[in-house]
């Protein structure tokens, strides 16, 4: 009995959703888990570095590692968190907006389609009309698609360091999404295009 598809397109995203929406799911069922409002962080925490390893030390193992796991990633600000059953989540709201996007872009890659070039994947889901028209310049025009679901994630969070204004946790939750997406799609035409090269190189190298 096979567990994946036959189809490549649908065994890759398959697999990338499956493994985006369980990483989701255990990010949203540590604070779900914990004694409800028990876990507030304050604001004092940084990014890639341990603030908080006294606290994890008194949790059980699961919720433990989900969380030193996001300390070390994440500064985990809880003015810039979501709660859940009052507890803070292990990731901060921009973070868990780029793993919502992840999963978003995993379910879209199975419209890529099975194409042996990275730049015919990324353009595929647009109609034949516009998808002649970037393929004239691919370089160009994916660089263009990349920065602009990138730049709001860029703009809100350099106007932020460098301004007074202070985003919100919504603001911050939808341009990760868009940031997400990004990275995902991306990376699935490239694995996507990737195992198609490698199987034409396979079959050239069998009719030698």
């Not at 598809?5 to 990483?23: G, Q």
């Not at 042996?116 to 970037?134: M, Q």
């Not at 301004?163 to 341009?175: L, V």
């Not at 997400?180 to 990737?194: P, Q, R, W, Y």
Request: charged share 15%.
């Amino acid at each position: 009995m096979k567990l994946l598809p036959e189809d490549p397109v649908k065994r890759i995203s398959l697999s990338m959703t499956v493994i985006t929406v369980v990483w989701l799911l255990l990010l949203v069922l540590a604070p779900l888990t914990l004694p409800a409002n028990s876990l507030y962080l304050g604001n004092s925490g940084g990014a890639n570095r341990m603030d908080f390893t006294d606290v994890w030390k008194g949790m059980p193992p699961f919720q433990r590692i989900i969380y030193t796991i996001g300390d070390f990633n994440c500064h985990q600000m809880s003015s810039r968190s979501f709660f859940i059953n009052g507890n803070q989540m292990p990731f901060c709201s921009r973070d868990i907006g780029v793993f919502s996007g992840f999963v978003i872009g995993a379910i879209l890659v199975s419209f890529l389609g099975y194409l042996p070039n990275l730049y015919e994947s990324v353009f595929h889901p647009f109609p034949e009309r516009v998808r002649k028209i970037l393929l004239k310049r691919p370089h160009i025009w994916a660089a263009i698609l990349g920065l602009i679901f990138l730049s709001p994630l860029v703009l809100d969070g350099t106007i932020q360091m460098l301004t007074p204004y202070e985003s919100n946790n919504t603001m911050r939750f939808i341009t990760g999404i868009f940031a997400g997406m990004a990275v995902m799609i991306f990376t699935g035409a490239f694995v996507i295009s990737a195992k198609a090269e490698m199987e034409a190189l396979k079959r050239g190298m069998e009719t030698d």
